[in-house]
């Protein structure tokens, strides 16, 4: 399943109320909806952020093991509820957590800002229980925050049992779940940085021992325009991934659960946000300049001219093909996109006698309306 919504961006200019030019999107027939890329993940979601637009989706609402992109929650809940230049002392609970760490030991002390970038850089399981314990005292008050930040964002297919994402009953979250809370995160700038981090040298061990986090998420260094988010991976999930890329002023957002062997992950992410850079974009709606409908006023034919652009975050392919659905109204005229307004000048063709005017005018809307039906 896949949604599309046309988005409207509106020129700048003054709006004038009333005689509306109601110019509704209308992609019905002719208007060629791209099919998403064949992906081996069970579930995904393609988001376009900048125009608030789901472009494609699979499953997007079906809860899933999430494995380490878990992690994203376990940061969001630390950088909103903790001082990252404070120290924590590790436990040896955190050390024996096992599967990806950093090389934590037991009782030495070590910053916030370290743990949360090692635990996103490097996905430490460590470095998570480690902060669940310094932030919250225990893991399972941790867990009892990270589950109400759930709550707060409006998550509905969404549970956590550990701060880390190894496989636990009672872990899972969805696609869309997925995207809201790496978007949420994404505001946070000290996370914003440390997801985009590629390489982080961890404080040495208390024996000198050197620690160096190398990122897991390789579209990092390998996609234009990546700029993060997380990875994850147990026999449960599969391979998981929550990526972001920016090109052109515009943010996209891919999330893959599931997905199938090898850098399977990589390779559906990839192809999706490929999917939404190529296959949409703004397309020309309104010019200033062009008229847009004709209408009767008295004996006079009047046509109308726009005074400001507009555009919608359409398929590319539907340049030329989007048509506008004009209906008049009583008032001043405006051409109406939704709850944009963009002023238009009227432009008197001469008198005409009334009821030849009104058949002209009649004449060419139906002939207009032909046309764009």
Do not use: C
């Not at 009672?170 to 997925?178: V, Y």
């Not at 024996?207 to 991976?233: C, H, P, Q, S, W």
């Amino acid at each position: 399943m896949f949604v599309m919504a046309w988005l409207i961006a509106v020129g700048s200019a003054t709006p004038v109320s009333a005689l509306a030019i109601v110019i509704p999107l209308r992609p019905g027939e002719g208007i060629p909806i791209p099919t998403p890329p064949a992906v081996t993940a069970g579930s995904f979601i393609l988001y376009d952020d900048t125009y608030d637009v789901v472009l494609a989706s699979q499953d997007a609402e079906v809860p899933r093991p999430l494995a380490s992109t878990t992690k994203m929650m376990t940061a969001l809940v630390a950088l909103e509820e903790g001082s990252l230049d404070r120290l924590l002392t590790v436990s040896e609970a955190a050390t024996l957590v096992g599967e990806s760490e950093i090389g934590l030991v037991a009782g030495e002390r070590v910053s916030l800002r370290s743990l949360v970038t090692a635990m996103l850089v490097r996905s430490a399981n460590d470095a998570a229980v480690a902060i669940a314990e310094g932030v919250a005292g225990t893991v399972p008050a941790f867990v009892r925050r990270m589950n109400r930040k759930a709550d707060d964002l409006g998550l509905t297919n969404t549970s956590f049992s550990n701060p880390h994402g190894l496989d636990d009953e009672g872990q899972f979250s969805s696609a869309a779940d997925l995207l809201a809370i790496a978007r949420a995160a994404m505001e946070i700038p000290e996370f914003a940085r440390m997801v985009a981090t590629t390489r982080f040298v961890f404080p040495p061990a208390p024996d000198g021992t050197e620690r160096i986090a190398e990122t897991t998420n390789a579209l990092v260094e390998e996609y234009e325009g990546a700029i993060g988010v997380k990875t994850g991976f147990t026999f449960d999930a599969g391979l998981v991934l929550v990526a972001a890329a920016e090109r052109d002023g515009r943010r996209l957002y891919a999330v893959v659960m599931g997905s199938v062997g090898g850098r399977s992950h990589f390779d559906d992410a990839a192809a999706l946000l490929d999917h939404g850079f190529d296959e949409y974009g703004l397309v020309s709606l309104v010019s200033a300049g062009d008229t847009y409908g004709t209408y009767l006023e008295g004996d006079r034919s009047t046509q109308l001219l726009a005074t400001a652009d507009a555009e919608a975050l359409a398929p590319v392919a539907a340049a030329g093909v989007l048509v506008p659905a004009i209906e008049v109204e009583a008032g001043d005229p405006v051409i109406v996109i939704g709850d944009e307004e963009i002023p238009v000048e009227p432009i008197e063709d001469g008198e005409l006698p009334g009821w030849m005017a009104a058949l002209e005018w009649i004449d060419e809307y139906l002939a207009w309306f032909r046309d764009a039906a």
